[in-house]
C-alpha cells in the first residue's frame, strides 16, 4: 500500500472501530483533526451521518481546513464555547507528524497544532491515525517540533529555544512571501534537536516561554493509536 492509501485505511478503520465499539454515537461531541490522515476520517463520519447510522454529531473542528470539510459535507460545527459543547469533547480524532513507543506525539505538521492540542486536551478519548511511517522510536531529531509563537516575540523565543539546545526555522509560506500565518494569526518555528527530547519535560519548558502560544508536543491525553502498515494491516496500541 502507498503511504495515502495506509492514511485512508488508518481513518476508516479507526472511525469504523469506534462507532462498532460505541465510541463514536448518535449525539456525541466530536473532535475533528487536520491533515490528509484526519481527512478521510472526516469523510469516513459524513458517510456514516448520510446512511443514518449516526445523527446529531456536533463537531468542533480545528482549522479552516476542517471546517471547509464540514461546510461541504454537511457536519454540524460548534465552538468549544457554545453551550451545548460546554468545553468538553467526548472523543477527539486526529493525524500526526509522528508518534514515539509510550505514544507521545509531535503534531503541528499542517500548522493546526493550537486548537488541536485545545481539543485533545478536552476530549474524554483522544484516537490517533497514521501510517507507519510516523511509528518512531523517540522525538525531536527528525520531524521537527513546530511551536507557535506570537511573531513580535519571534528574536526572544528563538534565543530561549536555542538555550533548551533546539536549532528554531521559521516555517515560510508556499507560494506566499514571508512566514506562514496561522489559522490565528500567528508564526511557527520549526524546531531541531541533536539528540532525542524528553517529551513530557520538553512540552512544559516550552509552554513556559513568554510568547509561545502552543508547542506541538502532545503528552498529556494519552491517544488510541491507529497504526497502518504497508502490507494492509492496520495495529492499535
Ligand atoms: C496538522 C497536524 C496533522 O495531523 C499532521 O501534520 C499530520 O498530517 P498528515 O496526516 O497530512 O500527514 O498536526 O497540524
Avoid at 111 to 137: C, P, Q, T
Wanted: net charge negative.
Amino acid at each position: 500500500m502507498t503511504q495515502s492509501e495506509q492514511k485512508k485505511l488508518a481513518a476508516e478503520t479507526a472511525v469504523d472501530a469506534m462507532i462498532s465499539e460505541g465510541k463514536i454515537f448518535s449525539g456525541m461531541k466530536i473532535g475533528l483533526g487536520t491533515g490528509s490522515t484526519a481527512m478521510p476520517a472526516v469523510h469516513r463520519l459524513a458517510e456514516r451521518i448520510k446512511d443514518g447510522t449516526l445523527k446529531d454529531i456536533k463537531a468542533v473542528v480545528t482549522s479552516f481546513q476542517t471546517s471547509n470539510a464540514c461546510q461541504d459535507l454537511g457536519i454540524q460545527v460548534y465552538s468549544m464555547n457554545d453551550r451545548v459543547i460546554g468545553g468538553r469533547l467526548d472523543l477527539a480524532v486526529d493525524g500526526a507528524d509522528e508518534a514515539d513507543a509510550q505514544n507521545n506525539l509531535i503534531k503541528g505538521g499542517g500548522a493546526a497544532l493550537l486548537r488541536e492540542k485545545i481539543v485533545a486536551y478536552n476530549s474524554s478519548l483522544f484516537v490517533i491515525v497514521i501510517d507507519e511511517s510516523k511509528d518512531v522510536k523517540s522525538l525531536g531529531t527528525k520531524f521537527p517540533v513546530p511551536v507557535e509563537i506570537v511573531g513580535d516575540a519571534r528574536v526572544p523565543v528563538t534565543a530561549a529555544l536555542e538555550r533548551l539546545g533546539a536549532e528554531c526555522t521559521l516555517r515560510e509560506g508556499v507560494r506566499k512571501c514571508g512566514p506562514v500565518i496561522t489559522d490565528n494569526g500567528n508564526q511557527i518555528l520549526d524546531c531541531l534537536w541533536q539528540n532525542p527530547v524528553n517529551p513530557p519535560e520538553m512540552e512544559a519548558k516550552i509552554a513556559e516561554i513568554a510568547g509561545v502560544v502552543e508547542v506541538g508536543l502532545f503528552t498529556k491525553n494519552k491517544p488510541i493509536i491507529f497504526v497502518a502498515h504497508e502490507d494492509g494491516s492496520v495495529l492499535r496500541r
